[in-house]
Each structure stands twice: as C-alpha cells, then as structure tokens.
C-alpha cells in the first residue's frame, strides 16, 4: 500500500523529508520561518529545539500541508508535498500540540475515522494493537471527553498511527506533562523508533532533546541556528569546568595563576578553569601544580559538563548580538 | 479519489447525528407539528381552502421547505465550522483528501440529514391531514435539490465564519425571514398587488411554489421558473465554494 520512496542513487541514503529554504509569512504579515533549509534521515529521531514562538509549529504544520509555505519546497520520501500531497502525507502521522479532539465519539470510532480519513482499508487487528501498544485497549469504547489529558495525548498518537505512517511529528510531546508521564513519552518514541518510524519532536525541554534524540536541530526566530549530532554539538559545544573549592577562602588570585584565566567566585572560595575536554592539553595538569606552588590548600575538585541549556543560551544571545546592527 | 476518506466522514458526520437523534431529528419535527398546531388548526378553522387544497394540506410542503432550509444550513455550517473551531481539522487538512472529498463528504452528510427530516415531517403531516402527492418524482426532486443547494451554502458559511455569532447571522436575518415570508403559510395570490410584485424578489418563494406544486398542481410562479431558479441558487453555490477552492479560503494559512 505504501508507495515506495523515491531515491536517484541507491547507494546513497537519500533523506526521508528534505526542506528547502522554506519561509512562512502569515497573513498578518509575521515572518514565521526564515530560509529554512533541513535534511532528516530514515529512522532517526530529530529534536526540534526552542523556545515559545520559535516557529517549530509553524515548520511542522507546513511539512505536513496544514499550513502553505510561502517560499522553498519539501519532499518526503522523494515526493513533492504539494505536487505529490496524496502520496506524501499518507507517509506522515501528526500528533498536534494541543489536545484537540472531539468531545463525544469514542476512543474506536476516532481510530477507524483517522485510518480511513488517510485512505487505508479497515483494519481492526492493527488498530487493536496500537491501542494495546498504548495501553488504551481498556478504553476503546470510551468517550473522548471522560479521558484524562495523558490519556487523550495517547489517543492523538493512536491516531496519527492508525494509518501505519513511516514518519511521526510530535509536536511537543510532553507540554505540560509530569516527570513521570514524561519518562514514559521517551520510552514510547523509543519503542516507535525501533519499529522503523522515522520521529521528529518538537520541544522547549533541553533535557528531552538530550535525552532521546539523536539529532537535534535549534530553531529561534524562525531560523533554524544549527542542526547537528547530539554527541557532536556537545563536543563542539560542550565545554568543561574544573572547580576547584579551597579550604581557606581568597581575596585575589595568586599571580602565578593570574595566567591560567580562572575565575574567582565572589565568597573567594572557589576557583572555576573552564576548558576544552577535547583538546590533547587541557591544561588540568599544569594548574594543579601551580596551584599546589602557591601554597592553596585544596578542599575539593569536580568537573560540570555544560548542558544543552547552557549551549542554546550561548547560541541564541551570540545570534541576537550579532544581528543587533 | 480518496473513497476511504469521503465515505468515513459522511459516516461519522451521519453517527454524530444519530448519537445525538433528540437534537438532530426529533426537535425539528416537534417544531413542525407545533407550527402545524398552531397554524393548520387555528387558521386552519377560519380559511377552509387555498386555492381548492384544505389549508393544512396546502402548508404542509412550505413547513417541510422551512425545516429543510434551516436544518441544511444548521447542520452544514456546523458540520465545518466546529473542527475548526476545536482545532480538530488538522486532521482532515494533514490528510491525503482534496477539497472537494472534505466538500462531499460533509455536505453529503447535511444534505442527507435534512432530507431524512423532510421525509419524517411528510410522514408526520400525514397523521394531521390527508396527503396526495400529485408528481412525486418532482416532489423527491425539488426535495433534494434543496437538500443539496443548501448544504452548500451552509458548507460556505461555516468556512466564512469565525465566530459563533457570525455562524448564526446569516441563518437568523436572511434566511428565516425570507423563509416565512416566502409563502410558507399562505398563497402569494392572497396578498396585495403591491405585496406581490415585492415577494417575487424573494427566491424562497420559487422554492416553496415549485414544490407545492409538485404535491397540489397549484403554484404562484410557474414552475419551469422554480426549477431555474433552484438551479441557480445550486450554481451560484457551486461557483462560490470553487473559488474557495482555488482560494484555500479561510482552511489553511
Ligand atoms: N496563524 C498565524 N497567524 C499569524 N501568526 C502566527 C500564526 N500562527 C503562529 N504565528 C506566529 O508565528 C510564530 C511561531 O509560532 P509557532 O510556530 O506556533 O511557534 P512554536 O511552535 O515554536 O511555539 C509565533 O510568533 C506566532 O505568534
Ligand atoms: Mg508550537
């Protein structure tokens, strides 16, 4: 039934979604996105990180054809989304940010009309199973409004896979959802993940991108900063810091370590060496021996790894200083 | 063509209606049978015939043109209007399904809604008054041209609208005045010239003369003339949702 994805080289993993400078203007004239241009590869999970108002909706909900771009273009699979639309969005499973469903059907009935809405012949052995999946068989004849909020999110997601689809939106999965529930959001997209589904989440949580994306993309303003490696961005990104707490606290720096550029907190009894984790000499070495030469007495050492957190901050105040004219 | 998709919408468009069958079915005929009360009894015993049909006879096609009229408006433009507004038509936009699948399905469902509830009041009516049917091809024909033209029209003012207030404009000052003045309760032929000539300005009036015709012979328009202008409010609907379509108005951003 699925169409297969179209591909130039074989040889080549071709992406599963590819967009092209992609804009949105709204009516009222916002610009939404500015120039986005994204590859996301077959069975990845991709985490689209950033604030409120980024425009991460706004680039989901254009993928999936509820909202018109106004510039650039978008295949999935291969396909064009607007030339080839019947083809690609039967590809693609959207599970919307807000909790919109209907009020008095039941749990089934939304299941059969989101399959056949999507042009798949009924198929009652599947949908049981991802209800079973989602642990809502209980609750198919249920009626949506006497659902609790995570159970309604589990709906959507029921939805959005009552067609079999190959790539998943999540727009912002664990909104207001509690650390509990969360947990079991990830290990969810991970599940989802190993049956062959290709996963692009939306979230304002660094640690949820931390956590289970492979990839992660930061979105601001509409522009998409960087997409990178969650492991590489951390490298790249990721610097380390040496705390050294003293025993005796310090009014100034020692000159022979006035060289090492620490910083001194201002109780005077911790000194802070940020360095580069992937740089052959880090330096780690030739401080504590100057240390020790001054004659400090060292109470305790740790090191801190910079978040995610820590990196979009960076990111974000470099872009916003940089634009400033 | 996405069959799968047109045929679950009318299905579960049609569901909601009979899940909710108070609403949907019996309040439009208790509704019927009160005007029918009202009107068939207490008039009804002061003008014993129109036009040689006994007057509860002779209402009964303008009190089933009433509630197909409001009920196709009612149940098309809601039928749009609430997933946009709970936000629950992302579902149907993200979908492998052109315009005129959602068009058909939803419309299919309102018209054929109303028409069930134009069969119900006929089969009503025929406990109050003895009922015949002089052309009933026609009848069936003006009844779901009506069915349809409308839906349409409600189907566009549930795109328009953006509010609850706006949906409900139109319905309330256009259509039920030109409905009840369109000759529902009483012959054009009774009125005063000047009335008249004024009350042909009313496309309600062809509508209800057309399909009274179709039960009595009798008609204050002829009805070559009804059937034009049904055609052409069905066109002009048409025309109106095409350019919609071209348009993607007021469904995507
Ligand atoms: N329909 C719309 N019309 C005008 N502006 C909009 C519309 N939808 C979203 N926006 C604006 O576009 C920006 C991005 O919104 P959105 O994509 O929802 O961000 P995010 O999902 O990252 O929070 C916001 O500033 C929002 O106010
Ligand atoms: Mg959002």
């Known amino acids: 039934m699925n169409p297969e994805p179209k591909s130039a080289d074989a040889t080549v993993p071709s992406p599963i979604v590819s967009i092209a400078n992609v804009s949105k203007t709204y009516t009222n004239g916002y610009q939404a996105l500015k120039n986005v241009s994204l590859d996301i590869q077959r ?44 083809i690609t969005r039967r590809m693609i499973g959207l599970v919307p940010q807000e909790l ?12 059969c009309f989101s399959r056949g809405l999507f042009g798949k012949v009924p198929d009652p052995g599947y949908l ?10 209980e609750k198919k004849n249920s009626i949506l409004m006497s659902l609790s909020g995570g159970m309604k999110r589990r709906v959507l997601i029921a939805k959005a ?11 912002e999965p664990t909104a207001g959802v509690d650390v509990e529930l969360r947990k079991d959001m990830w290990a969810l997209v991970q599940r989802l993940r190993e049956s062959g589904v290709t996963i692009i989440l939306t979230t304002h949580y660094i640690e949820e ?36 707490e003293l025993e005796k606290p310090i009014t100034v720096l020692p000159v022979s ?50 978040s995610l957190e820590e990196i979009f901050v960076g990111l974000v105040k470099n872009k916003t200083t940089q634009t400033r004219p | 063509m996405n069959t799968y998709a047109i045929r679950v919408i009318y299905k579960y468009e049609m569901l909601r209606a009979f899940e909710t069958i108070a609403q949907s079915f019996a309040s ?84 054929t809604k109303s028409f069930i509830i134009g069969l119900i009041i006929l089969g009503t009516a025929g406990f109050f008054v003895p009922l015949h049917i002089a052309h009933p091809f026609w009848m069936l024909a003006f009844l779901i041209l009506t069915c349809i033209s409308f839906s349409l029209f409600g189907f566009i003012i549930g795109l328009w609208a953006t509010n609850f207030e706006k949906l409900q404009l139109i319905p309330m000052l256009v259509i039920t005045p030109l409905v009840f003045l369109g000759g529902s309760f009483y012959s054009v032929s009774m009125l005063p ?13 062809y509508l209800i003369s057309g399909f009274r015709w179709s039960f009595f012979e009798v008609a204050d328009v002829s009805v070559g003339l009804s059937l034009f202008m049904v055609l052409i409010f069905l066109a002009i609907c048409l025309l109106i949702v095409w350019w919609i379509f071209r348009t993607g108005y007021r469904l995507k951003q």
């Not at chain 1, 509820?66 to 030339?83: C, F, H, L, M």
């Not at chain 1, 919109?100 to 299941?111: C, P, Q, R, S």
């Not at chain 1, 896979?161 to 727009?171: C, E, K, N, Y």
């Not at chain 2, 208790?30 to 509860?56: C, H, N």
């Open chain 1, 43 to 86: 069975g990845e999970i991709l985490a689209l990180l950033g604030p409120n108002g980024a425009g991460k909706t706004t680039l989901i909900s254009t993928i999936c054809g509820i909202v018109n771009a106004s510039t650039g273009s978008i295949t999935v699979g291969g396909y064009d989304i607007e030339a080839d639309y019947r």
């Open chain 1, 100 to 111: 919109t469903l209907g009020a008095f059907e039941k749990v089934w009935h939304t299941l």
């Open chain 1, 128 to 137: 049981e199973k991802v209800l079973k999946d989602l642990s809502l068989w």
């Open chain 1, 161 to 171: 896979l009552a067609h079999q689809p190959s790539v998943l939106f999540l727009d």
């Open chain 1, 209 to 244: 991108a931390e956590a289970i994306a492979d990839r992660v993309g930061i979105i601001n303003h509409g522009e998409l900063l960087l997409v990178d490696d969650k492991q590489a961005l951390m490298r790249k990104l990721g610097k380390r810091q040496f705390i050294v």
């Open chain 1, 257 to 306: 370590l006035l060289m090492l550029k620490l910083d001194l907190s201002l109780d005077g009894c911790r000194m802070t060496y940020t360095y580069d984790p992937h740089h052959t000499d880090n330096g780690i070495n030739s401080l504590l021996q100057a240390i020790n030469e001054s004659g400090l007495v060292i109470k305790d050492v740790h090191t801190t790894k910079t």
């Open chain 2, 28 to 111: 439009p005929v208790l509704s019927t049978a009160l005007y029918f009360v009202v009107f068939g009894s207490a008039i009804g015993g002061r003008i014993q015939t129109v036009e040689g049909v006994p007057y509860g006879a002779f209402i009964v096609p303008g009190l089933m043109m009433l509630a197909i009229l409001t009920q196709s408006i009612a149940n098309a433009s809601f039928g749009i209007y609430f997933p946009k507004f709970t936000g629950t038509i992302y579902e149907v936009l993200s979908a492998p399904i052109s315009f005129i699948e959602i068009l058909i399905g939803y419309v299919g469902a309102a018209a």
């Open chain 2, 193 to 205: 010239p000047a009335w008249q000539t004024v009350t042909l300005f009313n496309p309600v009036v």
